[in-house]
């Protein structure tokens, strides 16, 4: 049975800081492309940071030098610290493992964990 399960959420003013984690079990972790996803309410889930297999790393422009993504392969986890936090940040954020050997794409999500920033 495979899980993901997101942690960290919480509520912070403008400027704080959290670090999500995404804890994964149920498949060989290190071989998943991962991606952390926000959604706002009444907005389309939107695609925030990506960590591949391989290390490399990549994110959405809002959230570029402020946000970094990382993982730890013995512990199954993903991370996402998030830095100088703005209102907008505020969301839904869910983790996302993803397998594609084609022409089978794998993908499976966690159920995700509440950012709120607010005075």
């Known amino acids: 049975q495979v899980q993901l399960v997101e942690s960290g959420g919480n509520l912070v003013q403008p400027g704080g800081s959290l670090r999500l984690s995404c804890a994964a079990s149920?498949?060989?972790?290190?071989?998943?492309?991962m991606y952390w996803y926000r959604q706002a309410p009444g907005k389309q889930r939107e695609l925030v940071a990506t960590i591949t297999s391989g290390g490399s790393t990549n994110y959405v422009d809002s959230v570029k030098g402020r946000f970094t993504i990382s993982r730890d392969n013995a512990e199954n986890t993903v991370y996402l610290q998030m830095n100088s936090l703005k209102p907008e940040d505020t969301a839904v954020y869910y983790c996302?493992?993803?397998?594609?050997?084609?022409?089978?794409?794998?993908?499976?999500w966690g159920q995700g964990t509440q950012v709120t920033v607010s005075s």
């Open positions: 149920g498949i060989i972790f290190s071989i998943y492309n």
């Open positions: 996302n493992a993803v397998r594609t050997v084609p022409p089978v794409r794998v993908s499976f």
